[in-house]
């Protein structure tokens, strides 16, 4: 086991800068922000007491004040306790936050510190001497460990020599060098190839050696002891809620704990750089979809492996690369950090804040490429994902693990769809995803808004590729949000995730890859856009019992043009899903919103997980329109119709007006059940198109507290017997018969 004597001097060494520098410069900027975060917490504080002081209206005076002012205090009373309490929570929440950014700005800057002392220490006496003293140890080492990879035997197959350099900071005893180039020699020999040695000086590796053949570097350095010091200490967690004693103590340990193993990792070359597409040469063993580090710091992912070049998209700001630089394998595949941190928040697809709210502190991180769970790994969908729109859930069911597409032109109402499905999660546990791929910003910020107000963003994030961020970033948000999604799924919990929207993605998808220069085919799309649908779609799914049981359902989003159902896009992501809903233009401007066409939409799976009463009452619903929409097709020109028609036809309307429901108004199953049941009984003749959906809350209300036991009924969801269909039919109409339910207050 190979020791390295400076890692335990630098250990030395560094424990005592960090108590020299940490301690001043943390504790200076708690001093000066103390005022502020004391400030907002004296703001939450006077919202509670001016709550506590509103004045309570005494009992004796309630003959006085009529009871539903006394009622309305009450009210105000409540709402304006709520309002505090959410502020002082925010409140608490953002200085936490604050606190924890403040701390890892400082904690950067001690780093900073802390690495350039350690490499001007080490480049001083003793220690220059210490470590030039195990350079023999060093070669050992390099002379040991050294090998050929597949990729250097491919490289040789085109080229008669391979590459092969030592690099030190010092000048070496010819001895080391004739070691290390006998033994590359002795190596290529075998599989018929020759090195061409070059033996090279860098000041700026402080200390020891660094040895590459081909791709392939072996590292002995300080500067690349410091980069892995460097790496590691800014990994390490920060709560937000620690001293500046606990910081330093973080990081002692940190370094403490550093491991003194070499660095081993190839390294390739930039060719050319445009569009944020970027060519490079050598890593010849890199795998699709692995992280590359260039020299400036960027990150990329590797998309395209041709024989003597690799094509990979830059994540941030590709002016920032330059060809000729040198570019490393980080030595993993593309991954997001997941987990509940990311719940509120609004992410870009690699998983930075955008909100303005901190960073966020990684745990845990998922590829963003995972295959999908296996069919023996999956269960049968079987619970229900309530939208808590009827026209949905009664006609069109979703369940859990299912993947249901929306689809439709623009300004249907697709999203709102989605926004109503995710704030009827509130209360279920249910977490929610929300991707908005090619979005207007203005556009996220409404909808994050919304969810925030109805307290939706509490298990909601937000993962946000913009129309003005990189084709790159649209590429890959849908599957980080497909990451962040799984983290809960496995954990045994359900998700919900909704990619807004894919058409958009598959635009993303296909600039990227005509600059990759991939043939075009079916409306200028790469031949494998279908394949990108699907293997984000497969990872929707209802996992077994013995894999714990969670699920993952999703709800993909589609925009036609002219209603064209039948276009590329369209029909693939049909072809994957369990089945669609179809906004239609035409409903939409005749006011029937959600603008759902009941003929054209369908869910293949979701009716398993419907309640039976449900199933019950949707069934003869689904009839009815049906009827009504053959009546109305043919009696659309003539106006001489029979009295029955005449009546079929105004059912058909109401029941209709009954399927309509305004935006982030989700309604509970029951509720859904009970207007149902209620129209198809015609029990709502009279009622105004504009008024039924008012009406039909009204008469939930006015069941609940009349009859609680057929209330009771709808709740259990389970198939209705004769008797009790006749038993809730005569209380409605009772609650009809007494509108205000006065007669017995009175
Ligand atoms: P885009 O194609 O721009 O993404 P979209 O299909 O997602 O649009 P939404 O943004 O959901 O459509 O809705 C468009 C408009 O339709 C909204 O501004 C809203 O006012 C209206 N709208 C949607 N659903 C309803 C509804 N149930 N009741 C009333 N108005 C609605
Ligand atoms: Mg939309």
Redesign the pocket.
């Known amino acids: 086991m190979l020791h390295f004597v400076y890692s335990i001097i630098n250990f030395l060494i560094l424990a005592a800068i960090l108590v020299l520098f940490g301690r001043k410069a943390v504790l200076a900027i708690f001093r000066g922000r103390r005022e502020r975060i004391g400030r907002a917490l004296d703001e939450a504080e006077e919202a509670q007491r001016t709550t506590a002081e509103l004045p309570v209206i005494p009992e004796a005076f309630s003959d006085v004040v009529p009871e539903a002012a006394v009622q309305e205090a009450g009210a105000i009373r409540e709402s304006a306790r709520q309002t505090a309490e959410a502020l002082r929570k925010s409140t608490e929440e953002t200085v936490r936050g604050l606190r924890r950014e403040m701390l890892a700005d400082e904690r950067a800057r001690l780093i900073d510190k802390i690495v350039a002392r350690a490499a001007e220490l080490t480049a001083s006496e003793p220690y220059r001497s210490a470590i030039r003293a195990k350079e023999e140890t060093f070669a050992d080492e390099i002379i040991r460990r050294m090998e050929i990879t597949p990729g250097d035997v491919a490289y040789l197959r085109h080229h008669d020599q391979l590459y092969v350099t030592l690099t030190s900071a010092h000048p070496l005893p010819q001895s080391i060098v004739d070691r290390i180039g006998a033994r590359a020699e002795e190596m290529l020999e075998e599989i018929g190839g020759k090195p061409s040695y070059w033996v090279k000086e860098d000041p700026e590796l402080i200390g020891g050696l660094r040895f590459r053949v081909g791709d392939t570097v072996y590292d002995f350095t300080v500067a690349d002891r410091l980069y892995q010091l460097r790496r590691d200490l800014e990994k390490r967690e920060l709560r937000g809620d620690e001293d500046a004693d606990a910081v330093i103590r973080d990081l002692y340990e940190g370094i403490a704990s550093m491991d003194a193993g070499i660095s081993e990792f190839q390294l390739g070359r930039v060719l050319s750089v445009s569009d944020g597409i970027c060519w490079m040469d050598g890593l010849a063993d890199i795998m699709y979809g692995e992280v590359v580090e260039f020299e400036c710091g960027e990150r990329g992912m590797v998309l395209d492996i041709e024989a003597d070049r690799i094509g990979c998209v830059i994540y941030g700001r590709y002016e920032r690369v330059e060809s000729g630089t040198k570019v490393r394998r980080v030595g993993r595949i593309a991954s997001v950090p997941v987990g509940e941190d990311l719940l509120g928040r609004v992410v870009d697809p690699l998983g930075h804040a955008l909100d303005g709210r901190g960073r966020i502190f990684e745990r845990e991180r998922r590829p963003i490429e995972c295959p999908a769970p296996s069919i023996p790994d999956r269960a049968a969908v079987s619970r229900p994902l309530h939208t808590g729109i009827r026209a949905i859930d009664a006609l069109v069911p979703i369940g859990k693990g299912q993947r249901e597409l929306i689809i439709?032109?623009?300004?249907?109402?697709?999203?709102?769809?989605?926004?109503?499905a995710i704030i009827n999660q509130r209360g279920t546990g249910t977490v929610c995803i929300y991707v908005a791929i090619g979005?207007k910003d203005s556009?996220v910020m409404e909808i994050r808004d919304r969810l925030t107000k109805v307290g939706a963003m509490d298990y909601t994030t937000i993962v946000c590729a913009p129309a003005s961020s990189s084709a790159s970033f649209q590429y890959i948000a849908p599957f980080a949000g497909a990451a962040m999604a799984e983290y809960f799924m496995y954990k045994g919990q359900d998700a919900l995730i909704v990619y807004?929207?894919l058409s958009k993605h598959a635009v993303a998808y296909r600039e990227l890859s005509l600059l990759l220069g991939r043939p075009s085919g079916r409306e200028a799309y790469p031949g494998d856009v279908f394949y990108l649908h699907a293997r984000l779609l497969e990872r929707a799914a209802q996992l077994s019992p013995e894999n714990g049981g969670g699920s993952v359902t999703a709800l993909p989003?589609i925009?036609t043009q002219a209603g064209d159902i039948s276009a590329y896009i369209p029909t693939n992501v049909i072809s994957l899903t369990d089945g669609q809903i179809f906004?239609e233009s035409d409903l939409?401007t005749e006011g029937q919103?959600?603008?759902v066409n009941v003929g054209l939409s369908v869910s293949r799976v979701g009716s398993a997980a419907q309640t039976r009463l449900m199933k019950q009452v949707s069934a003869r619903l689904r009839m009815d329109l049906a009827q009504y929409r053959e009546l109305a097709g043919f009696t659309q020109f003539g106006s001489d119709v029979d009295a029955a028609t005449r009546k079929v036809l105004a059912s058909g309307r109401r029941m209709m007006a009954a399927l309509?429901?305004?935006?982030f108004d989700p309604l509970p199953d029951w509720k859904q059940v009970l207007l149902i049941f209620a129209v198809s009984e015609g029990l709502s003749e009279g009622v105004g198109e504009e008024d039924m959906e008012d009406w039909g809350r009204a008469l939930a209300e006015r069941l609940e507290a009349k009859h609680p036991e057929e209330c009771a009924l709808l709740l259990a969801g389970g198939k209705l017997t004769p008797e009790e269909t006749d038993a809730l039919r005569d209380a409605l109409k009772d609650c009809l018969a007494d509108p205000a339910g006065e007669t017995e207050a009175a």
Do not use: C, N, Y
């Open positions: 439709g032109d623009r300004q249907t109402g697709k999203s709102s769809i989605a926004i109503d979005q556009t807004d929207d989003i925009e906004l939409f919103r959600p603008a309509r429901q305004r935006r």
